[in-house]
């Protein structure tokens, strides 16, 4: 069970710092280097600069919570799983 | 059918308030009419309000635990969306373009990082308010919790100020009745919804709020774009609308709209603190306290997390929808830049706003033509005059006036409810009558409401009466954002992840943090000494708070460390925080 929890933890840690690192791409590194695309332009979309902080990045950013969700949905799944297992041996 | 559950009551409110709208209209007049709608839409709140009431504590504090994710992240967005979100965002957009785009970013990206750092684990801590969780964390150590609801005011009740100057400025805009008095009104309605039964009321009357607030947002910009020809998906086309006003703006020689880092913001300027900037505002969201609490609302763990994705999902809905305002806005204006005064001054839109003097024409080289710098306008134009721009039907300025009530009745109904209920729970209930009954406690939760809303209408009134005071109301609630950066979010999350965190790293983490970013904001913001710059570029007082921030995370690290652990049954209410139900 101690080592079920742990594993457990180690699992939502490992997935915390993913997230971390995708979260400072959306809200520091993409924003600051959305200069750069200055000019580039998409079918009717504004340039990407501008777009890139009016909107792509929030898109981004609410997406990536539903996916944090359903990741951790199925790792409480897993862990329950296991747990049930272990009682029954 | 049963007239009094919730669904039914506002149902019937509803057809009601239209009834009343169009029979005063027809018999008063358009004036007397949006009057009417405006007022009105308060009354179907309280409807709601009233059919939920309850006197359980529960309910009271956390509604019961019982809240649906999609409906508790509606409720989140309209808990967040204020009265300067729906007014002044866009305006703020359509004058400093590229950058203002840190509100847009700062606002709205929080939320992801609060989804996977901090929501789950608050609703894990079977917890009812902020205070009471980190003096669990602290092992039951009181200062922790006693300067913890220290903070919550400080934070809250300036919100609370610029949300009830909010309603003041809605209903003098477009009403023109004086906004002193509306105060007092828009606390009135605040107060009531609250006090019916707490969360359990405001949650589902922000609930029905948002919606309200968005689609009163949405209406004039959609049919700004019909006339444009950008529908059925505006915010994905108006590209060529950006360019044409590039195209104006170079051919009068000003900074574009889109170009980054020209303006200045928060008092600095450069990319340092441009995203400086918007990284106070996101760490800050994470440590409000009235928008934490909403993650106690919900039935389960699984629910506080995706209730994160709808609130962003529905916050976002608005904040996409700010630079398109602005973008149309700022068409419009530009569309008048060269035109003859004359003509100029014969446009319907600006005949009708020029007294109020959110717009301001003036020939400075008396030419006869209007150059760009002879136009000034504030930035609520943006919202408030759009159906005026476009001359929509009399009837949308009341609505679009009813959104923006709502914006800010629901923050304020957010902040009042987590000022009361922590004086009752974290002062009343824990260190003065630790035996009193539920009646009592919902009594002093109910007394407190009413005292709390007092003190901020009077000081509304006091900030709209006295416009230099009002400009520090405007300040504050950027501050607050430093505040809650400084204080809250880095002791939350190192106590979730950092088991060696101890009471008095948490003591020593917020006063370190305030130690760095009040004296900041004294010095610079209110005595107004120069900011400090890095590699060139001015750092202001909000983009100031990153330091706050890291210097209390360190702080909290290093006197954890030096001082002994809190033990295992810190230990163990950490880790019933991290495992799943």
Known sequence: MVDLKAYYWRRVKALTVIFLIAWITIAVILPLTAPLLKGVRILGLPSMHWYMNAFIVIVIGVILIFVYSALMDKLDKELKKKVSEEELL | ?581
């Not at chain 2, 007092?454 to 109301?473: H, Q």
């Open chain 2, 1 to 581: 059918m049963n007239l009094t559950s919730p669904v039914n009551a506002t149902i019937i409110a509803t057809i009601c308030w239209i009834l009343c709208s169009v029979i005063t209209t027809l018999i008063g007049g358009e004036f007397l009419g949006s009057l009417i709608i405006v007022i009105g839409s308060i009354f179907i709140y309280l409807v709601l309000a009233v059919t939920l009431r309850s006197t359980s504590v529960a309910h009271f504090y956390v509604a019961g635990r019982e809240i649906p994710a999609l409906v508790n992240g509606a409720a989140t967005a309209a808990d967040w969306m204020s009265a300067a979100s729906y007014l002044s965002m866009a305006g703020a957009i359509a004058l400093m373009g590229y950058d203002a785009l840190p509100f847009v970013i700062g606002w709205t990206l929080g939320y992801t990082l609060m989804a996977f750092t901090i929501a789950p684990f608050v609703r894990k801590s079977k917890t009812y308010t902020v205070p009471e969780l980190l003096e669990r964390r602290a092992g039951g150590w009181g200062p922790v919790r006693t300067t913890a609801v220290i903070m919550v005011f400080v934070m809250s009740l300036t919100y609370l100020t610029a949300q009830l100057v909010g309603v003041g400025v809605v209903f003098s805009r477009f009403l023109g009745l004086p906004a002193t008095v509306s105060v007092f009104i828009g606390v009135f309605g605040a107060l009531a919804y609250a006090w019916t039964s707490g969360w359990r009321s405001i949650t589902w009357v922000q609930f029905l709020q948002y919606f309200v607030m968005i689609t009163m947002y949405c209406t004039p910009v959609f049919i700004a774009a019909y006339f444009l020809g950008l529908l059925p998906f505006p915010q994905l086309q108006y590209g060529n609308l950006i360019q044409e006003i590039e195209m104006r703006e170079m051919a009068f020689n000003l900074p574009l709209m889109t170009e980054p880092f020209v303006r200045s913001i928060g008092g600095g300027k450069g990319p340092i603190n441009w995203i400086f900037f918007a990284l106070v505002l996101m760490l800050g969201t994470m440590g409000l306290p009235h928008i934490l609490v909403r993650f106690y609302t919900v039935r389960t763990v699984h629910a506080a997390r995706v209730s994160v994705g709808w609130a962003l999902t529905f916050i976002g809905l608005l904040y996409v929808t700010a630079s398109l305002y602005a973008t149309i806005a700022r068409h419009s204006f530009s569309a008048l830049w060269g035109k003859p005064f004359a003509e100029v001054m014969n446009t319907g839109w600006i005949q009708k706003w020029l007294p109020t003097g959110l717009i301001k024409l003036e020939d400075k080289n008396s030419d006869g033509i209007l150059q760009p710098a002879e136009l000034i306008f504030h930035g609520d134009i943006v919202v408030v005059g759009m159906p005026d721009m476009f001359g929509m039907l009399w009837v949308i300025a009341p609505l679009v006036a009813v959104g923006g009530l709502a914006a800010a009745l629901s923050t304020a109904d957010g902040l009042l409810l987590a000022m009361s209920t922590a004086v009752t729970r974290d002062i009343y209930k824990r260190f003065i009558n630790p035996q009193a009954t539920e009646t009592r406690e919902v009594l002093i939760v109910r007394i407190l409401l009413v005292i709390i809303g007092f003190i901020g209408a009077v000081m509304a009134y006091f900030a709209l009466k006295d416009p230099g005071f009002g400009v520090y109301v405007v300040l504050l609630v950027g501050w607050a954002f430093v505040f809650s950066a400084s204080t809250f979010t880095p002791i939350i999350m190192l106590g979730i992840f950092w088991k060696r965190l101890n009471r008095y790293g948490m003591i020593a983490g917020m006063i370190t943090g305030l130690l760095i970013s009040l004296p900041y904001i004294i010095l610079v913001g209110i005595a107004k000494l120069p900011p400090i710059e890095l590699f060139g570029d001015k750092i202001g007082t909000i983009g100031w708070g990153i330091f706050g921030f890291f210097g209390n995370a360190i702080a909290a690290i290093i006197t954890s460390l030096l001082t002994k652990p809190e033990g295992p049954e810190v230990d163990k209410f950490v880790e019933s925080m991290r495992l799943p139900d």
